[in-house]
C-alpha cells in the first residue's frame, strides 16, 4: 500500500492544523493505521493510532485531549486533526500502516509509511 502524508505547515501556538493520509495499492480498510513524528534530533515517536475497523483510537498521553485521529476507509484516507498546538509538536508527521489489525505504539510493528509532511509551531 502507497502513502501519502500532507496537511502540514506553519502555525501560531494555539492554533490547530488537520493532516490526511491518502492510502492507495490495497484495501486500506484491512490495515491498522498510526501517525509518528520526529523532531530534529530526537527518534521517531507514536503520536496516534486507529485500529483497521475505526472503532478504537489510542494516543502518547503528550497528545491526548488535542489531537483526534480518524479515518474513511470508503476514501481511503486516515486524518489527524491537531488542536491547542504547542511548540514542541513542531516534527516532520508521518503516516504509516500495518496488517496487525489493532495497531501499536511501536514503529517496527507498521509496514508502510509515507513520506512525511512538516509542521511547524511557532510560540
Known amino acids: 500500500v502507497q502513502l501519502q502524508a500532507s496537511g502540514g505547515g506553519l502555525v501560531q501556538a494555539g492554533g490547530s492544523l488537520r493532516l490526511s493520509c491518502a492510502a492507495s495499492?490495497?484495501?486500506?480498510?484491512?490495515?491498522?493505521m498510526g501517525w509518528f513524528r520526529q523532531a530534529p534530533g530526537k527518534e521517531r515517536e507514536f503520536v496516534a493510532g486507529?485500529?483497521?475497523?475505526?472503532?478504537?483510537?489510542y494516543y502518547a498521553d503528550s497528545v491526548k485531549g488535542r489531537f483526534t485521529i480518524s479515518r474513511d476507509n470508503a476514501e481511503s484516507t486516515v486524518y489527524l486533526l491537531m488542536n491547542s498546538l504547542k511548540p514542541e509538536d513542531t516534527a516532520v508527521y508521518y503516516c504509516a500502516a500495518t496488517t496487525y489489525g489493532a495497531g501499536s505504539f511501536y514503529p517496527q510493528i507498521y509496514d508502510y509509511w509515507g513520506q512525511g509532511t512538516q509542521v511547524t509551531v511557532s510560540s
Open positions: 486507529i485500529n483497521s475497523g475505526g472503532g478504537w483510537t
Open positions: 495499492g490495497r484495501t486500506v480498510s484491512n490495515y491498522a
